[in-house]
């Protein structure tokens, strides 16, 4: 389904229509697409609208394109369909929380069951998988392997009597003191009203805490009719995505959300036990996105925005005439942000006011990073005025940053140096405005 929004992106960044145009084209596209795969209508509209007035009102920083600001803001607003920056909380709210594992077979829900297993033991819980799937042979010794492996309790017994094993899988469990138990489920049955009856006695019996929906990232649409029948059955209370590795597609998870209420709580991303992941919205969608520079642009858009802000700072600066400590410690935040310092002045010569060019000559990455730590272990008194940090706050100070008193004059020297240096330049502005004034050049 998203691949319909990674070809609409696509088609975006080529069009040469121009910018409003080419916007609303995308929109339709997004929209068909969006409520081809049963996204709530309303849900679409709202999301489009969103967009739409983003994209008309939002100026790039300079040095970027609106087409590129405009995929940054899809991807954010997509991203928030799937929780934005919120992530999923994964602390079970009580314990002992009985997790049973549903999805088709070949979804990945056995190795899941695992690796969910090892992901809680080793946050501390004791744990224990139940193996109640009967109907695949084999699958009762995989998931002993992956308990063994995970160092984990297990259960199951022969047979078929899935619901029996179950139930007295999880009530072993409990006496044995397991905070978090997993129980794996049959995927295939001889047809699914079976398993879906399976499925919902179980349910009956055990009664989780939470039902767990695994979906292979690459099944697309069929992920909704399974979600949903699944969802009749045994309300699906999450969701994990799995194989996400090897594909990039994920519209079938944003239709399983959208049909279950459900979030994504992980997403699988090989076959090891320990590749399983909380799940990120950004890098979810950015994922399945697919742009393979978009996180190459992103970084180029954060680093124009925090060039700007530089900028606005520098320009402060010089206004002011004057530069405290606190100036200097967001200017080095700033360059930080954009990465290194080079990057900086290959993309900004002359940005970066304070940090002038005969001390730039001087100063590396390396230093930046000595002065970020020495200007953190200042208070805020010491940041405004520096003229109070003797010898002994000096000495304070390198310990906490870790540096040395010399470390710590240095810096004030330079910082003196490029105060020095801004002052002068105020005072030849001044000049030179009197002079314009005079000669009634303004
Ligand atoms: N690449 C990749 N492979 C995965 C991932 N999760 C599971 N697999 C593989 O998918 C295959 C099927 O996984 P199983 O866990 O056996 O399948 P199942 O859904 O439990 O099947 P049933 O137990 O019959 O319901 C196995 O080969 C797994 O190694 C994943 O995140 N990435």
Known sequence: MLDGVREAVKKFLRSSADYETSVNLFIKELQKTLIKSDVNVKLVLQLTKRIRERALKERP????????WFVKIVYEELANL?????????????????????????????????????????RGYRVALVAADTYRPGAKDQLRQLAER??????????????GI??????????QGAEIIIVDTAGRHKNEAELLKEMKEMSEAIKPDEVMLVIDASIGQQAKALAEAFHKTTPIGSIVVTKLDGTAKGGGALSAVAVTGATIKFVGTGEKLEELEPFKPKKFVARILGLGDLEGLL????????????????QKVLEKGDITLKDLYYQIVSVKKMGSLKKLLQMLPGVGLALNDKVLGQVDDKVLDKWLAILNSMTLEELEKPNIIDRSRMRRIAIGSGTSVKDVEELLKHYQMTRKMIRQLKRKRGMLNKLMEKFELQ
């Open 61 to 68: 920083p300079p040095g970027a394109s609106r087409r590129d």
């Open 82 to 122: 799937f929780g934005g920056d919120k992530e999923p909380e994964l602390k079970p709210p009580k314990v002992p929380w009985v997790i049973m594992m549903v999805g088709v077979q070949g979804s990945g829900k056995t190795t899941t069951a695992g690796k969910l297993a090892r992901f809680y033991k080793v």
């Open 150 to 163: 995970a160092k984990v309790l297990f259960y199951t017994e022969p047979g078929d009597d899935a619901v």
């Open 166 to 175: 179950a139930k007295r899988g999880v009530e072993w469990a409990k006496s």
């Open 299 to 314: 970084e180029r858009l954060k680093g124009l925005e925090e060039a700007d802000k530089l900028e606005e700072i520098s």
